[in-house]
């Protein structure tokens, strides 16, 4: 199984975290951690997860990239590269 290690900006909108899980466990990624965090003064959230699966990492990306409540992702890690961007 991959590991991939990403980070990514959303509204702090009550249902978000509910959407990423729920196109996290559709795209057959399962969550090994997850964090979050609130910045600008409680209007966004960082979200942090690191998740792992036999698919390609992009198509859990591009399906997040879709949600409304998403600004921006960042990949962080695979388990392939272990190289941190």
Partial sequence: ?????????????????????????????????????????????RIRLTVYSERPISLLLNQLNKLIDVAQINELCTDQQQKWA
């Fill in 1 to 45: 199984m991959n590991q991939h290690s990403f980070a990514m900006q959303t509204r702090a909108t009550p249902e978000v975290l509910e959407r990423v899980l729920r196109v996290t466990r559709h795209r057959g990624f399962q969550i090994q951690s997850m964090q979050v965090d609130e910045i600008d003064n409680r209007q966004a959230l």
